[in-house]
């Protein structure tokens, strides 16, 4: 068999995997050759979903000589025999659906249709784009969205047990620390003009519930201008701060 060239492409997720299996399900057991129709429209299939968008304009991105490659892996799982390189990615789908070829199948037409509303084009709505533009608000989103900056606010909230709504108060109310910052979001206090390319600090961040964080970016494309911390509380906060009764 040819050599993938997939040299520095992502580790394969669970849910290419899954579509991998199916196929491999529906090819009775089979492992062809990248040139098989059914091996390159999978191809086709795990480059068109938005995982990897960069990696994607790859030619070596899970081409048909990778595809080939993983229904291989698979059969090893299967039967023992062949390459034995599996992942534990390969590994794991195959302990959950290895034996289930319908349970497969059902979450492989999932996958599919969740790609195909992933490929749309988000559209963002017009009365929450901010005063600097369409392009500032999208950037100043994807930096919050930062996993790691988020991970920085929440470690420094809990040493002060302060895990909670800078603006209603909205806390964990559960008592599982496993939900504890499941609804919390991070947002900039200052906008993206003025913060420029200087690093964003844990001290320009506010802690918001996923409501507040909304009710937030909707008040300040409204009033056109950026709102403090306090001036958001004194525009959103309830007359009661959310969770307060027990």
């Given at each position: 068999m040819a050599i993938t060239k997939g040299h520095g492409n992502p580790h394969w997720t669970e849910d290419e995997v899954v579509l991998a299996l199916d196929l491999y399900f529906k090819l009775a057991g089979n492992a062809p050759g990248p040139s098989d129709p059914q091996v390159i429209d999978l191809?086709?299939?795990?480059?068109?979903?938005?995982?990897?968008?960069?990696?994607?304009?790859?030619?070596?991105?899970?081409?048909?000589?990778?595809?080939?490659?993983?229904?291989?892996?698979?059969?090893?799982?299967?039967?023992?025999?062949?390459?034995?390189?599996t992942s534990k990615t390969d590994k794991t789908v195959w302990e959950r659906f290895g034996h289930d070829p319908a349970a497969t199948s059902a979450r492989a037409a999932l996958i599919r249709q969740a790609t195909q509303i992933l490929s749309v084009p988000e559209i963002e709505p017009d009365e929450e784009v901010f005063a600097e533009g369409k392009a500032v608000t999208r950037a100043h989103r994807r930096v919050e969205r930062s996993k790691e900056l988020r991970k920085k606010l929440l470690e420094q909230?809990?040493?002060?047990?302060?895990?909670?709504?800078?603006?209603?108060?909205?806390?964990?109310?559960?008592?599982?620390?496993?939900?504890?910052?499941?609804?919390?979001?991070?947002?900039?206090?200052?906008?993206?003009?003025?913060?420029?390319?200087?690093?964003?600090?844990?001290?320009?961040?506010?802690?918001?519930?996923?409501?507040?964080?909304?009710?937030?970016?909707?008040?300040?494309?409204?009033?056109?201008?950026w709102l403090s911390l306090e001036e958001l509380k004194a525009t959103l906060q309830p007359a009661e701060p959310v969770g307060a009764a027990t």
């Amino acid at each position: 068999m040819a050599i993938t060239k997939g040299h520095g492409n992502p580790h394969w997720t669970e849910d290419e995997v899954v579509l991998a299996l199916d196929l491999y399900f529906k090819l009775a057991g089979n492992a062809p050759g990248p040139s098989d129709p059914q091996v390159i429209d999978l191809s086709h299939t795990l480059r068109s979903i938005p995982y990897h968008a960069e990696a994607a304009r790859k030619e070596s991105f899970r081409n048909a000589d990778g595809v080939a490659f993983k229904l291989q892996n698979l059969r090893q799982l299967a039967t023992g025999k062949g390459l034995a390189n599996t992942s534990k990615t390969d590994k794991t789908v195959w302990e959950r659906f290895g034996h289930d070829p319908a349970a497969t199948s059902a979450r492989a037409a999932l996958i599919r249709q969740a790609t195909q509303i992933l490929s749309v084009p988000e559209i963002e709505p017009d009365e929450e784009v901010f005063a600097e533009g369409k392009a500032v608000t999208r950037a100043h989103r994807r930096v919050e969205r930062s996993k790691e900056l988020r991970k920085k606010l929440l470690e420094q909230r809990r040493l002060r047990n302060e895990v909670r709504c800078d603006i209603c108060g909205y806390h964990n109310r559960t008592g599982d620390r496993r939900f504890e910052d499941a609804g919390l979001e991070a947002h900039h206090l200052r906008p993206l003009a003025i913060l420029g390319a200087t690093a964003t600090k844990v001290s320009d961040l506010a802690l918001l519930c996923a409501t507040c964080h909304r009710l937030t970016h909707r008040a300040i494309a409204l009033e056109k201008r950026w709102l403090s911390l306090e001036e958001l509380k004194a525009t959103l906060q309830p007359a009661e701060p959310v969770g307060a009764a027990t």
